[in-house]
């Protein structure tokens, strides 16, 4: 686990960059989180960070499929805004934990 | 110079060549996995893995009830092959591995194949076992590709980090 200041808040996070406490993430710790990774969030990125978070707040396994469904983005555009890791990414960025399902 | 570098799967190729239900699952599943992951992956349909592909198959496939040892009743007492053999029996069990299935959001074929072209994917099928099976382009799903044959498919498989896997 390491400590590291974002935004002049302190934030922790695991070997893998995935926010340990999902209350510490405010939108400039998901710029920063997404910087490293070579990424430039905008509106669209940011809705889907909120329908994870909301999701995740209320306990939901989350996969792609889900996101597909929520009206917010379809699976195709989802690639689109976060190439290379569609749910790993995302969630990244979203401050809640490494995705643990399989679809 | 360090030899623990780790390098990271570039390109997976998964063949599918058996039609049952969770045969055709392994292969979904795993191909989905693989662009999740930002891995390049083309999937191979043949012999009766084509099922999984032909529209008029792939809504009903079925998971084999007779000759399975890991075949279970619910609740987890064996399950014997000659009550497998009951007409009925194996699509009732088919039906409810579906429904188990919707349950942890696994979607159905011809919603996964979309899943995996949208993240990039590619769905191939068999040339051969498309001529075997008297099968054309316009019996397939929309989401495939091409028809190969596998030398062509072979041709897809190159680089170093590439892995050809066989279910």
Known sequence: MTQITIAGQSVDLTDEGYLTDASQWNKEVAVELAKTEGFELGDDHFKVLDFLRDAHAKGETLTIRKVGKSGIVDIKGLYKLFPGGPLKFSSKFAGIPKPTSCV | ?167
């Open chain 2, 1 to 167: 110079m360090d030899t623990n570098e780790k390098k990271p799967l570039q390109k997976v190729c998964i063949i599918c060549a058996k039609g049952s239900l969770e045969d055709v699952y392994a292969s979904l599943v795993m191909a989905n996995g693989a662009v999740m992951e930002g891995i390049e992956c083309k999937v191979f349909f043949t012999f009766f893995g084509l099922d999984a592909i032909t529209k008029k198959q792939m809504k009903k496939l079925h998971t084999g009830t007779v000759g399975n040892p890991a075949m279970r009743m619910p609740g987890g007492l064996p399950f014997p092959t000659l009550l497998g053999a009951i007409p009925g029996v194996e699509a009732g069990v088919s039906a409810m591995m579906r429904s188990q299935m919707e349950a942890l959001d696994i979607p159905k074929v011809d919603e996964f194949l979309e899943m995996i072209t949208a993240g990039g994917g590619e769905i191939y099928a068999c040339k051969l076992a498309m001529d075997m099976f008297k099968l054309t382009k316009a019996d397939l799903h929309e989401e495939v590709l091409d028809v190969l044959t596998i030398g062509q498919f072979y041709e897809l498989a190159d680089g170093d980090r590439t892995q050809i896997i066989f279910t």
